[in-house]
Structures are given as structure tokens and as C-alpha cells.
């Protein structure tokens, strides 16, 4: 189960060929910045992403995201890698 | 500050309709409600013809095999749909060329119980992805 910065379906994408859901759905809209890197999906599935951009569309704000490869296991592996004494 | 819908009647890919044989694939393990929450997104965002569009995306088998298809695209999801084209249109729901090729939206009327169980029933039973995790960065040679 993952605890996501912000519920998406990574299978969404439009125009741009990026992901994109609302930044209403993020925990922490602040988080969610050009550049950022982050967690999207839903409990289930779930990835890590970089934020692209933010555009205004309908009600809300949308967010670009750039899929990175791997599963989210694996940056916790290369984080703990790199913080091993 | 909010803006208006995308209009996508405009941008819909000038292309034909994939083949009743073409399969498309989902990523997931889906329920009625996820799909209802998806296809509301999606009708938050996009309009067709003035009207939101309520729909979900998929991914048509195109030009690539299918493992190089699930490699790219859906290697962090566990278990993937992959019913036919066919299947779809023949339960009544229509794909739009949405987005980039091999992009589709799979267009709802009305989002309601019975169309989101029409639709689940539609994309058959979910099954194990065989490429999950294959596009990975580093791992230990023995994991």
C-alpha cells in the first residue's frame, strides 16, 4: 500500500503525453511544484514522478507529471544505499 | 484560477479506429467507484462538443509489441486489463483518439452503477503484468 502526494491514474495522460490529474488532490498542494519529485497513483499503484507543470483547466488546476522509471521500492533502496554507513 | 474545459472534439487524432482485433491495455485493478472517480476527473478537465466528457484511459496495442508497450508505459502496475477493441465498441462504449497515439479515452454517457459495471465487466478479469518492475533503475544483482 502507498501513501501518495497525489491521487492520479497513471494511466491518464493528454496532449503533452504526460500523466495529469488536479493539484486538489494532492496532500500538500505546496508540495507540488515544476521540478518536483513526488509520489502519484493511488494505494495500490503508484509511482514516482516529476512535477512538469501546473495549468488552470476547468474547475481546478491540473498538473503535468513525467513518469520516472522503476517502482517507488526501488528509490527507497537507492535512497537507503546512499545513506548507509 | 480556474480556466475553461479542454475542448477535445478539435484535437481528437485523425486517425482510424483500432481494429476490432487490436487490444488495449489499463493498468490497475479497478472498481466501479475508481472508475466513477476517474471518469468525474476526466470530465473536470475535458469537454466534447460543450459537453464534459466523462471517460477513462486506455492504450491500444500500436505499431509495438505488446511487452514493449507494458515495458515503457505500465511496468509499475501489478496487474493490467487487456480486452479487444472490439470487445469495447460491442459493449457500446466508444473510444475517442484522445491525447498521443496509442492514447484512447473510453467515452461514459453517464457514469452511473450500471454503466461503470457494464464497463468493468468489459475489461474482463485483471492479470498479472508481465513486465512489472522491468523498467527499473539500479538494483543489486542478487535482488
Known amino acids: ?85 | 484560477m480556474p480556466g475553461e474545459r479542454i475542448e477535445q472534439r478539435l484535437r481528437l487524432r485523425a486517425e482510424q479506429p483500432p481494429g476490432a482485433t487490436t487490444l488495449v491495455v489499463r493498468g490497475g485493478h479497478d472498481t466501479p467507484d475508481k472508475l466513477r472517480t476517474h471518469a468525474e476527473r476526466a470530465a473536470r478537465a475535458w469537454s466534447l462538443d460543450a459537453v464534459p466528457l466523462l471517460g477513462i484511459s486506455v492504450f491500444a496495442v500500436l505499431g509495438v509489441p505488446l511487452d514493449d508497450l507494458l515495458r515503457r508505459r505500465f511496468a509499475t502496475f501489478r496487474t493490467i486489463y487487456l480486452p479487444s477493441a472490439g470487445h469495447l465498441t460491442g459493449q457500446g462504449f466508444e473510444l475517442l483518439t484522445t491525447g498521443q497515439a496509442p492514447h484512447f479515452t473510453v467515452r461514459l454517457r453517464r457514469a452511473d452503477d450500471h454503466e461503470l459495471s457494464r464497463l468493468l465487466a468489459a475489461l474482463g478479469a485483471p492479470q498479472p503484468n508481465p513486465q512489472y518492475a522491468r523498467s527499473m533503475i539500479w538494483r543489486r544483482e542478487e535482488d
Open chain 1, 1 to 85: 500500500m502507498y501513501r501518495v502526494d497525489i491521487t492520479a491514474d497513471l494511466n491518464d495522460e493528454d496532449e503533452t503525453g504526460y500523466v495529469w490529474t488536479f493539484l486538489d488532490e494532492a496532500r500538500d498542494p505546496a508540495q507540488i511544484v515544476p521540478g518536483a519529485l513526488i509520489v502519484a497513483g493511488d494505494a495500490e499503484a503508484a509511482a514516482v514522478c516529476q512535477v512538469i507543470d501546473l495549468a488552470p483547466t476547468g474547475d481546478g488546476m491540473i498538473v503535468h507529471l513525467r513518469l520516472l522509471p522503476g517502482l517507488v521500492d526501488d528509490y527507497r533502496a537507492l535512497v537507503e544505499r546512499s545513506l548507509a554507513s
